[in-house]
DNA sequence: TTTTGAGTTGTTCGA
DNA sequence: GTCGAACAACTCAAA
């Protein structure tokens, strides 16, 4: 009544954290002020652009997340432009005091976002930022002489052991909108749905963008795979991960309330998955501590001694890789699932990543660069932490001679083939015996397979021991030099 | 300050 | 088929 006139309005603005629950910038608004959802387009993160698969899940995200505000009382105003002239805009036409948002913390979010709030203050407004990305704030979290964690083990063990779980902040229950409202742009008019061809099929096919999905995909998780996840997780043939990473990339749920949803199921019998999962939440955790505390991460080699490593500049071989067509089966099958869906099981990223780096010497930036462009989960600190892990040139990183045998991984972690035949279909009749190995396969078993190779399926690229040996030698080469 | 133990995810070879 | 050792040396984190 008379008291929506004598509150002060308060403008929320959405960036990375898509999300009405646990969301603490939004609670700190939510009960004394009127309010103004806003989220303003961005093009771009950290000077690079947002791939198409990422895009389309923006679009959707922001129709799930329109859709809630809409129902608590506060539409999502839509906006492009530069985010100072945006909010004061704003401000100045909703009378509104208050600007909150939930922290980012790419480097040069950080510094956008640290000048932004200084200009807002000075121009008088009252500005809170709050944390929700993270469990940990990554410079406060310091090892015992002061410096950030480079080694993983350590960082998980201070992490694991000190994190107070806050409890997730609820969804609040309605909001009061500001007066006057301001106008939104039109979602379709960004145009971040793929037309022409509209290639978003694959996607669309398996993926549910929004707040909603994400909790429901949690709980069916937790109530059916989470047994399994210790050991399932590594079998890309089956169906044991959580899939939640989008979801987390885009802020629809936080760790904190993975956390808790994971405790709700914590029994004195064991917690092998339980455990297993925590831990690789903790992996996206370390990732944005190296990033933020070494912001050169997605650029340049940690190991500075690699800047001198013999990369080749095979085009070739990195369009068969992009294309999926090296002639390797799990690899073939990785990089058309990333094609197809926009996503693609971490044990396949692996093998594909050391594939591209030690097979065929490409540097690890080029991979890096793809991975970003096509993942629907695409995120600056994983993407750049874990190539740089599996190329040998980071933080922790794998030692040098540690080369994925494609075969090997292949025979292991997908043994009947299942995975390959979901995305090489023109294997799909190959017996399981020669599945990852079809150069091998006798000529009557090929035929009658209908394949020919280097016709329906291409010829191994490089061979596996010839490749391996070359990789050791590049690395023995820089491992001279210096 | 020095010392010590440890470090996501592997492969190959030879017994 | 299975198993342990070798593949290197270095940096990190904590005692």
């Given amino acids: 009544m008379a008291d929506a006139t004598t509150k002060p309005t308060a403008i929320i603005w959405f960036r990375d954290d898509l999300r009405i629950s646990d969301n603490a910038a939004l609670a700190s608004v939510a009960n004394d002020f009127t309010v103004v959802p806003v989220y303003i387009r961005q093009d771009h993160i950290a000077n690079r652009s947002i791939g198409g698969a990422k895009k389309w899940w923006l679009h959707r995200s922001l129709e799930a997340l329109a859709d809630d505000l809409a129902k608590l009382g506060a539409p999502l105003v839509l906006a492009s432009g530069d985010p100072y002239v945006i909010l004061a805009n704003l401000a100045q036409l909703t009378s509104a005091s208050r600007i909150v ?27 809170e930022t709050f944390p929700g990305f993270l469990l940990h704030e990554p410079t406060k979290l ?5 410096n950030f964690y480079k080694v993983f083990s350590p960082f998980w063990r201070s992490l694991d052991s000190t994190i107070e779980l806050q409890k997730p902040i609820p969804a ?20 971040l749905l793929p037309t022409n061809p509209d290639w978003s099929g694959g996607i669309g096919a398996n993926w549910h963008p929004g707040e909603k999905a994400a909790h429901a995909k949690l709980a069916d998780f937790v109530e059916t795979r989470l047994e399994n996840y210790g050991e399932g997780r590594d079998r890309p043939d089956r169906d044991d991960t959580t899939r939640l990473s989008p979801h987390l990339a885009f802020g629809e749920i936080t760790p904190a309330q993975i956390f808790a949803k994971l405790d709700e199921g ?34 340049s080699n940690h190991k500075i001694q690699f800047d001198d490593f013999p990369w080749s500049d095979n085009t070739e071989g990195l369009l068969a890789w992009q294309q999926g067509l090296t002639g390797y089966p799990i ?18 990223r692996m093998i594909t990543a050391s594939f591209l780096t030690k097979h065929l010497l490409i540097d690890w930036r080029e991979g890096e660069a793809w991975f970003w462009d096509n993942l629907v989960d ?8 874990s190539w740089q892990w ?3 040139t980071g933080f922790d990183a794998a030692p040098y ?35 990852h190995t079809p150069w091998e396969a006798p000529a009557a078993i090929l035929a009658r397979a209908s394949i020919q190779l280097g016709q329906d399926y291409p010829h191994p690229v490089i061979d596996h021991a010839e490749a391996r040996q070359r990789a050791l030698s590049a690395y023995a080469s820089i491992k001279d030099a210096a």
């Fill in 390 to 392: 599996v190329a040998g």
């Fill in 142 to 146: 310091k090892t015992g002489t002061g």
């Fill in 401 to 435: 001679f540690r080369i994925f045998n494609p075969i090997l991984q292949g025979q292991k972690f997908d043994p009947e083939g299942t995975y390959v035949r979901a995305f090489v279909p023109e294997l799909a009749s190959l017996p399981s015996k020669h599945i």
């Fill in 172 to 191: 609040p229950q309605s909001l009061r909108p500001a007066s006057p409202y301001p106008a939104s742009e039109q979602l379709s008019d960004w145009k």
């Fill in 101 to 127: 948002w939930n922290r980012r913390y790419h480097p040069e979010a950080i510094r956008h976002d640290t000048e932004l709030k200084s200009h807002l203050s000075g121009d008088g407004f009252e500005v």
């Fill in 331 to 348: 690899v073939d099958a990785g990089m058309r699932q990333l094609r197809q869906t926009g996503w693609m099981h971490n044990r396949v």
């Fill in 378 to 385: 695409a995120d600056l600190a994983s993407n750049a932490a």
């Fill in 266 to 299: 914590r029994t004195s019998a064991g917690n092998l998955g339980l455990d297993a999962l925590r831990r690789q939440v903790g992996w996206r955790e370390f990732a944005w501590h190296l990033l933020v505390n070494q912001p050169l991460l997605p650029t």
